[in-house]
């Protein structure tokens, strides 16, 4: 049944009141943990996690919701951090602009202001000077000293391009080892393959490299059959391309327990698919099968350390040392597999983001919601917004909060954000939602 609602602006501010409610106990150096049911309750202290979990029982409020979380998600993707800090921006700017009335007036005032922040702000930049400028910029994103050394060593080891996996650690120390890795331009073919969040991450993999497409069960049994004889029941397959008919054989028995598979078309064409074809093989010591040579067989399969993808790239860290591919494996430990849960989140926000540093042609600018605080711009509304962030952070804890650093592309992006949401909402004039059946 669907439900139009006229007079939405009730709804958006208890909507956005509720999400900020849940999400910033967990921000800066002294974060409350926030408990989400998912597979089982998990404690987290990260306003990411949070905000991915959260769901209002209102039907017209969960839109008001979604509406945010599609916008933040962007913002993570882009940054890899910033969830929150858009949030309470947005929060912020949403009740000043309904206060005020005059709308669409508004949002000129705010846009405008926005374009005279990102002005200001890069006049504020620094250069990065070495790996403790990175650590402040790790720490900014994991507010743990120990953790922060480890991923700017990392980061300043490995570079730009390096890969870097972040995997559990067998015991509860966090530790990482230099390795050789490879990435793919393409990822997995199906969400369905997905197994944490939206990527799949395979611990240890079989990797089968096939020259030709897989379009019928005659084709992928083979493979299957050598995968059942084998102690392991992870692997990533790539090929010219899946069928319907194979993607739904694999996807059932993933659903099933039966084993945990990666499907990734062959990237590119002629030449450039043979090398990239190459050096999957060199990576992980697999031999290229081609079906017109004869049927596969199990010296065909090679093995990567871990593999990782998304639906745009596929990452692999291999067992043989090649030139050229130096990468690195983060093995994050905790005293319980909940926390390491958060622990590795967390650590892969600081990597991406102490690797955007890196890459930054602007530098690092003072964190900790301190540039905000002090760039003032021609909007009045957008001014007052920018104090709340450092305002939350002393709120929940002053006396812990350190000096950190964020890239300006981090700043300037959370509170793009922060502006298209809050812009957005303000003008809403209907809301129209089918009502969730909530019996199940």
Known sequence: MKIIYSNPKEIILSAIDKYLDFITPTYGPVGKTILIGANGIKAVDDGKIGSEHFELEDDAEQAIIE???????????????????????????????????????????????????KGQILKKTKQIKGK????????????????????????????????IHIEDSEDMTTSYEIASGYEVPA????????NRGDKVVLDKPYIIIVNDALQTPQQLIPILELIMKSPKREFVIFA????????????????????????????????EKFEIMNKIAELTDSTIHDPKLGPITKEHFGLAKSAVATKEKTSLIGKKTVEGTQSAVIKVGSPTKNEQFTVREKVEDAVGATKIALSSPNGIILGGGMTYKTIKTSSPILNKALQKPREVLEQNGKKYLKEVYDTAE?????????????????????ISVVKRDNTK
Do not use: W
């Open 67 to 117: 509406y945010i979380k599609e916008t933040t998600k962007q913002t993570n993707e882009r940054i890899q951090d910033g969830t929150t800090t858009s949030a309470i921006l947005m929060s912020a700017l949403v009740k000043e602009m309904l206060a005020k009335g005059n709308e669409h007036d508004n949002v000129l005032e705010v846009r405008k202001g926005l374009e005279d922040f």
């Open 132 to 163: 403790g400028d990175l650590e402040k910029v790790a720490y900014s994103a994991y507010n743990n000293k120990d953790i922060s050394k480890i991923v700017s060593e990392v980061v300043s080891k490995v570079g730009i391009t390096g890969i």
């Open 187 to 194: 990822g997995y073919i199906s969400t369905h393959l997905a």
């Open 240 to 271: 010219d391309s899946f069928s319907d008919q194979v993607l739904s054989i694999i996807a059932m028995n993933k659903v099933n327990g039966v084993f945990n598979p990666l499907l990734v078309n062959n990237a590119g064409f002629g030449d």
């Open 410 to 430: 981090s700043l300037i992006a959370s509170l793009e954000t922060a502006v298209s949401i809050a812009c957005g909402l303000v003008e809403v004039g209907r």
